[in-house]
């Protein structure tokens, strides 16, 4: 499990586990806002709670505390942010290498991207 500088447990939630903890809208809310960053999951009644149920909704905020609350969480960046960019420089002909160098991602990242992108096209 790995640790930021102050000691504390950072759990990594990828964007299928957030799909299945709120649902496709709600996660591309919090990837909108929150994509590629740290943040500490809100507990219930708290000011930070309100605002997440104003960007998610009630029934999501709670989902999300319910598994996470106190945690500091580390999201993915949007989908929308990097796909279109990996697809477009493969398209011109640039390794897997060379894009994650040009994108700045691991090689092993970009790799991902285009094998899932080929087995969601089988």
């Known amino acids: 499990m790995p640790y930021d500088a102050d000691d504390e447990r950072i759990v990594y939630l990828s964007r299928e ?12 809310a919090v990837l909108k806002k929150y994509g590629g960053t740290r943040v500490r999951v809100p507990r219930e009644e708290t000011p930070a709670f309100d605002d997440m149920v104003c960007l998610i909704g009630e029934a999501s905020t709670r989902a999300l505390s319910s598994a996470h609350a106190g945690s500091r969480i580390l999201l993915p960046q949007r989908p929308s942010q990097t796909r279109p960019r ?3 420089l493969l398209a011109r002909g640039l390794s897997t290498n060379a894009i994650a160098r040009k994108l700045k991602l691991t090689t092993r990242h970009v ?11 089988q």
Do not use: N
């Open 17 to 28: 586990k957030l799909v299945a903890l709120l649902g496709e809208e709600e996660t591309g």
């Open 86 to 88: 990996i697809f477009a």
């Open 111 to 121: 790799q991902r991207v285009i094998s899932e992108e080929r087995r969601r096209l």
